[in-house]
């Protein structure tokens, strides 16, 4: 097929053909993500976040987070040279405490979304591939769980489980995020199957195993990757809903978390518009760049989506 | 029908009303299925509570001791019986909040028409504002309506729907600087007014302005996107082009031909985005204290209240089923292309 891409006739063996074959593949994918010029700057949101959040404890040491190292600031101050972005009701840094929330949402977010991916990649190729009484009872599965509405059971499931650390709350909403993933990932695996290379992988007696991992991952693995993304963003809306309702862990803190303390301590009655709006804009800018950089993905993977 | 005049519209009519009535009761079928899953599901989800369930009442000023040993004793019961017990009475009727210490069914009861109003409001709104975004962006791909539009949607669609209602609080009914608040910020209704009164309307109105609007933004944004991308999917087809051909105007050409045809996937959106509005009302209801079911299950999850919880869920799970049913039938009557 691209044999073409090979650069020296001399260095055939198979691993230097695929490894050739994928740089191209990587390099062609990139040159048709760079025509999207939304996924880009999505992409720069996005970099920008991930920046921050990384270089947190250089830029706002760990101290100025300790309530009981800022007693003597003022508290719900307006935003001055020293506080750019004002203070919240201990009397902390407002941008201080914003960056390192960046860490706690962008965390949650992504492991989530992993878990989830997992997941629901694993219930899709199976239900897909197995046509028997399995594969149909995983599909009705995966139609039950389409159907509980998210948040209401997020906030249960958060509420039962009760102790509040950042790994439950990754737990919760990795678990419950999977569905739309399986159903996505069924769908194409339907279409693989359907596919005369996998009738040759079972001609030649390959075990379901192997045509799962080796024929249907790596063609359904790009449109997961994509939805994934998607994923993200759905899951950092809903970690801040759940810290919004008090529900996360009280002592991380997450922009969520800053919405339900700004919301205690009053700020949208008082006006304290630089302790309500900083938190916000930033989770509509992360939710934003990956809700973005999905779309950008799926365009460029899906071909019957191009030409939009 | 007249269908017995011509055997031949006999035979091709027969099956179609037939495969309606099927597909009707073929979807209510494996809707119970779902509800037999969800209420599995709700029965497990609350055994795995840690900790001792009655020591939760006990904290309840005005429970009988009658009640509370009928309450221990259900919760020492051999999980079958519990099961037996939850099956009867899912929906917790006879359940004790343990949070009012008070039927739990008089609590939701009481709650449920705030929450019909609110999301009534907002998927009204929604939805004409939306689809009438879609339409415009869709038709006139490109334009420079199409791209502001499609960026201020997908700002929409990333907001926090309760972080709107903050916004909205702070400007409208706190006010900022010279500008007095105009809305209020708070309850359904001003207290001592019957709520079926033409007072009561205009009061439950002023109340619901702000709440549906946080609300309503958010899910505009997916209607509109909906709705621009089947625009779109019907702009190369070539009854467009015979219409045109025929000589209608554009805009006739559009809403004649172009917007029925583009209009079921959002059709089907507005019933399947339910439980997705029922997740917003929580946090809504709770930052406007509007009185609905959002804030009640707010409430039961900061008093841990697992019985009305329960009871809640099972509530916002049930509906959900029943929307996506009408979802359903609604598409299969007017595109019989779906039933199979």
Known sequence: ?308 | MAVDTATAVAASAAPRTGGLRRFVGYRLLSGLGTLVFVLLFNFFLFRMLPGDPAARYRAVKNISAADLARIRAELNAPLLQQFWDYLRDPLALNGISAWKGQPVWDLVGGRAWPTVVLLGASTVVSVLIGVWVGIKAGWNRGSRFDKVSTGVTLLFYATPEFWLGLLLIMCLSSGIGPFPGIFPSGGVIDSGIEPLSVDGALSVAEHTVLPATALGAVYLAEYSLIMRASMVDELGQEYLTTARAKGLMDHAVRRRHAVPNASLPTITLIFLNIGFIIGGAITVETVFSYPGLGLLTFEAVSEQDFVLMQALFLVFTGSVIAFNIVADIIIAVLDPRIRT
Request: one cysteine or more.
């Open chain 1, 1 to 308: 097929m691209s044999a073409e891409t090979v650069p020296s006739p001399t260095a055939l063996t198979p691993r230097a053909v695929t490894r050739a074959r994928r740089k191209a593949a990587l390099g062609r994918f990139a040159r048709a993500y760079a025509l999207h010029r939304a996924g880009l700057f999505g992409l720069a949101i996005l970099a920008t976040f991930a920046l921050a959040a990384l270089l947190a404890p250089v830029l706002f040491p760990r101290a100025m987070l300790d309530i009981t190292q800022t007693v003597n600031n003022e508290a719900l101050a307006a935003p001055s040279s020293e506080f750019w972005l004002g203070t919240d009701e201990n009397g902390r840094s407002v941008l201080a405490v914003l960056v390192w929330a960046a860490r706690a949402s962008l965390v949650v977010g992504i492991a989530a979304s992993l878990i989830s991916m997992i997941l629901g990649t694993l219930v899709g190729i199976c239900s897909g591939h197995y046509s028997g009484l399995f594969g149909s009872a995983l599909q009705r599965l995966t139609d039950w769980f389409l159907v509980i509405p998210f948040i209401p059971l997020v906030v249960v499931l958060a509420a039962v489980l009760g102790q509040r650390g950042l790994g439950t709350i990754v737990l919760v909403l990795g678990v419950t995020s999977w569905p739309g993933t399986a159903r996505l990932v069924r769908a194409q695996t339907l279409s693989v199957e359907g596919r005369p290379y996998l009738e040759r992988a079972k001609v030649l007696g390959g075990s379901d195993w192997q045509q799962m991992s080796r024929h249907v991952l790596p063609n359904v693995m790009p449109l997961v990757l994509a939805n994934t993304t998607i994923t993200v963003a759905i899951v950092i809306l809903s970690e801040t809903t759940l810290a919004f309702l008090g529900l996360s862990d009280p002592f991380l803190d997450s922009w969520g978390t800053m919405l339900d303390n700004a919301t205690g301590a009053g700020a949208a009655s008082t006006g304290a518009w630089w302790y309500l709006l900083p938190p916000g804009i930033c989770v509509i800018l992360v939710v934003l760049a990956f809700t973005l950089i999905g779309r950008a993905l799926e365009a460029v993977l899906d071909p019957r989506l191009r030409e939009r």
